[in-house]
């Protein structure tokens, strides 16, 4: 991931989507970034805080990214902001992407951690990134690296 997304020498990165907390430990204990996890289920959020109650400076907040109110959040700005396995779930994704967009540092990146549909199978189909999906995702970014990581695509957006 270092190689990726480099070291945050305290930057502040984002978590949306974090589900159980376990990339946003990563991000902050072993890259550096001050991060903060949000999640819209509550229940993610409780088990986040609870797992990762022993790293100091480490966050996790109730929040819908899609639809709440960003003025929440404990920082106005991101060096890094992530999203993985959980942009799919996002309704509105060009209201999605701009309020990233309104959130990123100059020169930060997003990256966003994807199952492709096309390597699923059956009803696991519907959990993929469409191609559509992608081509919205990346369509007019200056910048997009990808991982291809076998089941799971990364896209790292550079702004
Ligand atoms: C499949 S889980 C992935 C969790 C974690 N990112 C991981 O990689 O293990 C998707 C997560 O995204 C969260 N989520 C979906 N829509 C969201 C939104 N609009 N705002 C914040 N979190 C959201 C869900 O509650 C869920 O915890």
Redesign the pocket.
């Known amino acids: 991931m270092a190689k990726y997304l480099g070291i945050g020498g305290g930057r502040t990165a984002l978590?949306?989507?974090?589900?159980?907390g376990?990339?946003a430990r990563y991000l902050h204990e072993h890259l550096g970034y001050r991060t903060t996890g949000?999640?819209?289920?509550p229940t993610?959020v409780a088990l986040a805080a609870d797992q990762h109650a022993d790293v100091e400076g480490l966050r996790f907040q109730l929040?819908?990214?899609?639809?709440?109110d960003l003025h929440e959040l404990p920082c106005s700005s991101y060096a890094l902001i992530t999203?993985?396995?959980?942009y799919k779930?996002?309704g509105d994704k060009p209201r999605?992407l701009d309020r990233v967009r309104h959130l990123l540092t100059p020169g930060g990146m997003v990256w966003v951690?994807a199952e492709p549909a096309d390597r699923l199978e059956g009803a696991a189909i519907a959990r993929g990134l469409t191609r559509t999906e992608v081509e919205e995702l990346t369509t007019g970014r200056p910048t997009v690296h990808v991982e291809d990581l076998d089941r799971l695509i990364c896209f790292r957006l550079d702004s």
């Open positions: 978590d949306i989507g974090c589900g159980d376990a990339l949000i999640d819209c289920a993610a929040l819908d990214f899609a639809t709440g999203c993985r396995l959980a779930f996002i999605f951690v």
